[in-house]
């Protein structure tokens, strides 16, 4: 059946999906964000009856309408990409996959949607509480819709709560729960929210920067400056706590990932954490796969071997100990890994065969050992490796992950230091005194949107060559269509979401130039 | 200790949803329907305006309505999901198109440095007004006509037409129910803006048109009724899952259950009682016969489709990789788990139902479309 399927049409239907989530991934966080800082503002204006946090408020849900429609644009290709693009993968695992983004759509989407109706148009047709559950609603549904979607993204990282079943060769739900409270889910959850409290923050504080460099708007800047920069500080520094115990769960369930995030090759103990590094090449391969050495190493010692086993001294796996295994450590080989996930699906096949053939007494010994937990542990588990040819494909491309790891958490580190002298300087009424501060802040926007999509570059570039980690690699999940059809369709996005993007930034861009309606 | 619920009842149970999901995007498509005018029935850019902005406060319900029919569709029945939309791209892709662009149509059309122009995203609102419920009637045709498509061992979907769906719409029985589907949501969407605009030379305009929609749709809509309820239907063996063509399937679908019978009957009736208060007495309450009538119409079509034992996503090219409730459902356990969280829909339609009628206490009029507010 996959056997045949065209790299090429795998390499474009990633292209393609990768296109979508980014754009997408554009306007998502701010949404998350914008949306809290929407409902602080109009909290304090219903309580205050000051008409200033009104129109600060009003202001501020401009642009945050026109972020959030292209979002919403955005957001509908990818729930169907699942399926146009990667149909093989929408069987395998939609028994697990699709409920949570069921749940997304009847718990979440229509919060948000009917809500978000009131929110803009409600001001003078319903009463002030009413409108200020609907802007809390708002950015509640908003941030369950994440909850949701990051449940059912976690479990591609970490797949729990299943079970297979031969019968429908196909992985189903065992627990919910399991899903639901998946290590990954929790951390990823929280990480990611957090991210998109502190974009918004940042953008809140970068445009009410412009606002004071050009002396325009300064009290509402000023009060907008406040209370990002509260939400900004706290959410940073929660977004740093949960960014460290991702990459604990990450270190146990993905120790691929986590090795090439540090380019290591060769496992250690007491292995310190890379703080800056550049990569070159070694000159030596892993199958054909280059090996890096990390030239002007800054690294903090024995962190890494911390994070990873809670000791100073743990043993942390590099990627040659994870690919050509490691019987000290009790590492399995890869090409163990292929051999033994080749007799489970061989298995598979033999139960499909005798079910055609009608030849109960097989079927019944053979669906036996789909439910021996010998069988699932010590076989069934490596399933998806019977994809490979050579150990080395497990392999992900480690610059991109090394670098866009080191430039996520710098900047996550800098956004800090941002909002701490936002605070400062607001306490101390120097604003409008610090230029360098106000530039800074515009010029930190950019880099929030930078930040917040290398956070998915590295969850995503370092799970390949998996869409299902251990079990399903990209190149069996694709669609059965013609390499054209994607690349067409590619094209016609690539033109449709850039222009759109370059509407959405023009609009924006005009609608802060003209700042708030007197 | 945990109860467990039939599968077969899950099964259908998840259809019935999937059909009340279906029936109400239908009828939220009214959206869809008003944008289909928006060049041809105001007479200056105020009344665009009107318009534009009567649909604009609902847009997201018929867009959310769409994304969440999607999902319960993956979660309840993944191997629809992933033969039909794996399998049939290009109408999918057609379909996904006309959603993205109407999206942000509304919140950038009058917003100064737009780049492109009103006009350019009024033609987006128009494109998917005509060609979104078009092409999802064809496509929900197909759970009558069959698609050409097989499916392997474990599943895999191989499509047969290179033309990977778009060959539906050579089939004459699939346009019929798209147009039927078309002229229907202008209906409604032209029964929408009489129930929410103020404007008398606009509801002069409007109540021209009624009937000019009014009638190719019950045209449509019985030559489809009588395509499918008169010809072949893909039956499925209860027993050995086989799947064979048996004359008046549908037909007897229809007669032999009393619930879909009754929903039938019950719908085209209110559509009917519609279509006489808006077009002869002129009453702006005509939405409000017309939407649960078309809800429970499509929710009848779609029990037809799915109940008794018939292959509601039907191969044409291989009777036998015909898709029953029973063979693309989910697991017994997700289904009941998603059972429970379904549980949820009345308080949502409840929500939904009070914000709306916050909204819609006043009607739209130009005053208030050059006030301080926001507007599309």
New interface residues.
């Given amino acids: 059946m996959i056997e045949n399927i065209d790299l090429s049409l795998v390499n474009w239907s990633r292209a393609q999906f990768a296109l979508t989530a980014i754009y997408h991934w554009l306007f998502v966080p701010l949404t998350l964000g914008l949306s809290f800082i929407l409902a602080f503002m109009e909290t304090i204006y219903v309580r205050t009856g000051d008409e200033l946090w009104k129109k600060i408020t009003k202001f501020w849900m401009t642009l945050f309408g026109i972020n959030f429609a292209i979002g919403v644009a955005t957001g509908i290709i990818l729930e169907f990409e699942f399926g146009t693009n990667w149909s093989n993968y929408s069987w395998f695992v939609g028994d697990i996959f699709g409920a949570p983004l069921a749940v997304e759509g009847i718990l979440a989407f229509f919060l948000e949607s009917t809500f978000v109706a009131v929110m803009f148009f409600g001001w003078n047709k319903v009463g002030k509480k009413f409108h200020l559950a609907s802007t809390w609603l708002v950015a509640i549904g908003a941030n369950l819709s994440a909850l949701w979607i990051l449940v059912a993204n976690s479990w591609m990282e970490h797949p729990v709560g299943m079970i297979f079943n031969p019968e429908t060769a196909r992985n189903e739900m065992s627990s919910f729960r399991d899903v639901v409270l998946n290590p990954v889910a929790i951390d990823k959850f929280t990480h990611t929210v957090t991210s998109g409290f502190v974009l918004a923050s940042v953008f809140v504080i970068g445009i009410s920067s412009w606002f004071i460099i050009r002396k325009r708007e300064e009290i509402l800047a000023r009060k907008s400056i406040l209370i990002a920069g509260i939400f900004g500080l706290v959410s940073s520094l929660a977004l740093a706590l949960t960014g460290d115990s991702s990459a604990r769960t990450l270190a146990q369930v993905q120790p691929v990932k986590f090795a090439a995030m540090e380019a290591l090759y060769n496992g250690k103990s007491e292995a310190g954490l890379t703080v800056i590094g550049a990569l070159t090449d070694s000159g030596e391969r892993i199958g054909e796969k280059k090996v890096h050495d990390v030239k002007m190493k800054i690294a903090v010692p024995k962190l890494l071997s911390v994070m990873t086993t809670g000791k100073g001294d743990g043993y942390v796996p590099g990627l040659r100990d994870l690919v050509n295994g490691n019987p000290e450590k009790g590492i399995l080989s890869v090409t163990e890994m292929i051999e033994r996930g080749k007799y489970a699906r061989q298995l598979l096949t033999d139960y499909k065969m005798a079910k055609e053939m009608g030849d109960a007494a097989s079927l019944e010994t053979l669906a036996g050992k789909f439910r021996d937990q010998d069988f699932i542990n010590n076989y069934f588990r490596y399933f998806g490796y019977s994809y490979f040819d050579h150990p080395w494909q497990v392999i992900p491309s480690v610059p991109v992950i090394f670098y866009s790891f080191r430039v996520m958490v710098g900047l996550g580190f800098f956004f800090i230091l941002l909002f701490t002298l936002a605070l400062l300087f607001f306490y101390r009424k120097s604003l409008e005194r610090n230029k360098w501060f106000l530039w800074l802040a515009v010029i930190s926007i950019p880099l929030a949107y930078l930040a917040s999509e290398l956070g998915w570059i590295v969850t995503e570039m370092g799970r390949q060559p998996w869409i299902i980690q251990n079990l399903m690699p990209v190149n069996v999940a694709v669609s059965n269509i013609s390499t054209g059809a994607v690349q067409t369709t590619f094209w016609l996005f690539t033109v449709l979401f850039t222009s759109l993007l370059i509407a959405e930034v023009s609009i924006m861009v005009r609608q802060i130039k003209t700042g708030p309606k007197h | 200790m945990t109860l467990m619920i039939s599968h077969t009842f899950l099964q259908n149970y998840w259809w019935l949803i999937i059909s009340l999901l279906a029936g109400l995007l239908v009828f939220l498509m009214f959206v869809q329907g008003g944008q289909s005018f928006i060049f041809s029935l105001p007479k200056n850019d105020m009344q665009r305006k009107m318009l534009v902005n009567a649909l604009g406060?609902?847009w997201?319900?018929t867009?959310?309505t769409?994304?969440?029919f999607?999902?319960?569709f993956?979660?309840?029945f993944?191997?629809f999901?992933?033969?039909?939309?794996?399998?049939a791209?290009?109408v999918?892709?057609a379909i996904?198109?006309s959603?993205?662009?109407?999206?942000?149509a509304?919140?950038?059309r009058s917003?100064?440095?737009?780049?492109?122009g009103t006009s350019v995203f009024d033609t987006f609102l128009f494109i998917n007004g005509c060609l979104g419920p078009f092409l999802i009637g064809v496509a929900v045709a197909t759970f009558f006509t069959g698609s050409d498509f097989s499916l392997?061992?474990?599943?895999?979907?191989?499509?047969g037409s290179?033309w990977?769906g778009l060959e539906a719409l050579l089939n004459p029985v699939n346009l019929l129910l798209g147009f039927a589907v078309l002229f229907l949501v202008r209906v409604l969407g032209l029964m929408y803006l009489y129930n929410t605009i103020e404007d008398d030379d606009m509801s002069f305009a409007i109540m021209k048109r009624l009937a000019r929609n009014a009638v190719p749709f019950l045209v449509f809509f019985l030559a489809f009724a009588a395509c499918i309820l008169l010809g072949s239907g893909y039956m499925a063996d209860r027993a050995t899952g086989n799947v064979s063509l048996a004359k008046y399937h549908y037909l007897h679908n229809l007669t032999g259950n009393i619930f879909t019978l009754i929903l039938f009957l019950a719908g085209v009736a209110l559509v009917l009682v519609s279509l006489w208060t808006g077009m002869i007495r002129h009453s702006r309450r005509a939405i409000w016969f017309a939407g649960p009538g078309t809800v429970v119409v499509v929710m009848a079509l779609f029990f037809m489709a799915g109940f008794g034992d018939t292959a509601f996503y039907p191969s044409s090219a291989d009777l036998q990789s015909s898709l029953t409730l029973a063979r693309a459902s989910?697991?017994q356990?997700?289904l009941q788990?998603?059972m429970y969280?379904?549980f949820?829909?009345p308080f949502?339609v409840l929500?939904?139902w009070y914000?709306w009628r916050?909204?819609n206490?006043?009607r739209i009029t130009g005053e208030e479309m050059t006030g301080?507010?926001?507007t599309y």
């Fill in positions: 406060r609902k997201e319900f867009f959310t769409l994304v969440t999607g999902g319960a993956f979660a309840s993944p191997l999901y992933a033969t039909s939309f794996g399998g791209y290009w999918w892709m996904l198109f959603f993205i662009i109407q999206a942000i509304y919140e950038y917003k100064p440095s737009n780049v492109f392997d061992l474990f599943n895999s979907v191989r499509w290179g990977h989910s697991s356990f997700t788990t998603m969280v379904s949820i829909i949502v929500y939904i914000a916050s909204l206490r006043t301080e507010d926001h």
